[in-house]
């Protein structure tokens, strides 16, 4: 069935470095655009960042911008975001979610369980 | 950016009732309008895209409507599964989400 598998959470300090993978399954990853997405304890979701399916066009959430980094492997089927100079305010369980078709302007049809960040000393 | 302002924030109602919200965009999104139905400790789940369009498997008693920017979704007769938390989402420019609204057992 078509499946959104998250790793690479934990505990990182402030200023540290952190790589999420989403493994895809059950679908033409390269087909569809990929976004990840975040929510702080007990708050809503917050939009992170964008990635065409061929990995041509990127977008980022200006909270994010200059520090995170949005990447596929269509090879592996997986989507990465690569999350440097971290602050308290990024600790958030980080979902990633598959657009509904193969346009930018789709909503997000599939989501993964989500992978918590942690950003504390 | 375009904002998207939900409400109310919570709503207490029984199984059974009829239950509208709300979504108002800051400028005009056209349909790009989705709605999502979260549980807690559980990921988004799609219900609704293009503003009124059923997502496959949604039960038909949800429902949206709306375009430019007033938007809503109503769940005609209230189930227990139903009490989540539910977010609007445009995406005509970027994404964004709106705070949220959770239904509550009344």
Not at chain 1, 83 to 103: F, H, I, W
Not at chain 2, 10 to 27: E, K, P, Y
Not at chain 2, 32 to 58: D, F, H, M, R, T
Request: glycine share 10%; with cysteine.
């Amino acid at each position: 069935q078509v499946q959104l598998v998250e790793s690479g959470g934990g505990v990182v300090q402030p200023g540290g470095s952190l790589r999420l993978s989403c493994a895809a399954s059950g679908f033409t990853f390269s087909s569809y655009g990929m976004h990840w997405v975040r929510q702080a304890p007990g708050k809503g979701l917050e939009w992170v960042a964008f990635i065409r399916y061929d990995g041509s066009n990127k977008y980022y959430a200006d909270s994010v911008k200059g520090r995170f980094t949005i990447s596929r492997d269509n090879s592996k089927n997986t989507l990465y975001l690569q999350m440097n100079s971290l602050r308290a305010e990024d600790t958030a369980v980080y979902y990633c979610a598959k657009t509904a078709g193969p346009y930018d302007r789709d909503a997000f049809d599939i989501w993964g369980q989500g992978t918590m960040v942690t950003v504390s000393s | 950016d375009i904002q998207m302002t939900q409400s109310p924030s919570t709503l207490s109602a029984s199984v059974g009732d009829r239950v509208t919200i709300t979504c108002r965009a800051s400028q005009s999104i056209s349909s790009w309008l989705a709605w999502y139905q979260q549980k807690p400790g559980k990921a988004p789940k799609l219900l609704i895209y293009k503003a009124s369009s059923l997502e496959s498997g949604v039960p038909s008693r949800f429902s949206g409507s709306g375009s430019g920017t007033e938007f809503t979704l109503t769940i005609s007769s209230l189930q227990p599964d139903d009490f989540a938390t539910y977010y609007c989402q445009q995406y005509n420019s970027a994404w964004t989400f709106g705070q949220g609204t959770k239904v509550e057992i009344k």
